[in-house]
């Protein structure tokens, strides 16, 4: 059990189990992967009983769409970093496509997760959906500061980001032998391609 097991504990009693369940299960998947993940050895790691997670997350599914939102968020704001001070269009959604793979570098587990089989097939998990959305919007407002028409945008949003997922994807399993030290720019230089090639 954690040292600091009781100072948590009490933080549960003013309605911050569901963030803890959230941050042991975050731990739990960067470890281990998304099998590692149980409700009954979150609550373990959370010092509460299995009982007390059913209050926030009735199955293993909701607890992975609140993590895969939470991935969602932090990739974003790994994005807007990268962003940050770059010019519009071209220029912005480069840097934004680095920052996309640099998450998921330092976040493997998660970005699988969060790439993998999509988790909100039902429609059951709308906040997921708007975090998804709201990533994502950055990268098409760089085509549409582009010159791209909206509609358009959005289709090409769409392509970018799903082929630059395969280009991540392959690195993180070894599959395109880029070293770490190449990476950064095998990605940017991946973005202009892509780029290009939707224009």
């Keep these: 059990m954690s040292p600091d097991w009781r100072k948590t504990r009490k933080t549960f009693r003013h309605g911050h189990l569901a963030e803890a369940l959230v941050k042991a299960a975050l731990k739990r998947l960067e470890m281990d992967g998304v099998d590692a993940l149980s409700l009954r050895e979150l609550a373990r790691d959370a010092g509460v009983n299995h009982r007390a997670v059913y209050r926030h997350f009735p199955d293993k599914l909701s607890l992975i769409a609140r993590v895969a939102e939470h991935g969602w968020q932090r990739m974003g704001r790994r994005i807007s970093l990268s962003m940050k001070g770059k010019a519009a269009g071209e ?22 997760l969060m790439a993998g089989p999509r988790v909100n097939v039902d ?13 994502l919007a950055m990268l098409e407002r760089a085509f549409i500061d582009a010159g791209t028409a909206p509609g358009i945008a959005r289709l090409r949003t769409a392509l970018f980001a799903s082929a630059l997922q395969g280009v991540t994807t392959q690195i993180l399993h070894r599959r395109l032998h880029v070293s770490a030290v190449e990476a950064r720019d095998f990605v940017a230089d991946a973005c202009k391609m892509l780029f290009k090639g939707l224009r």
Aim: aromatic share 12%; proline share 9%.
């Design 123 to 135: 429609s059951a998990f709308p906040t997921l959906e708007t975090a998804i959305g709201a990533t």
């Design 91 to 112: 220029p912005a959604l480069i840097a934004g496509g680095v920052g996309l793979f640099l998450f998921a570098r330092e976040h493997p587990n998660l970005f699988h």
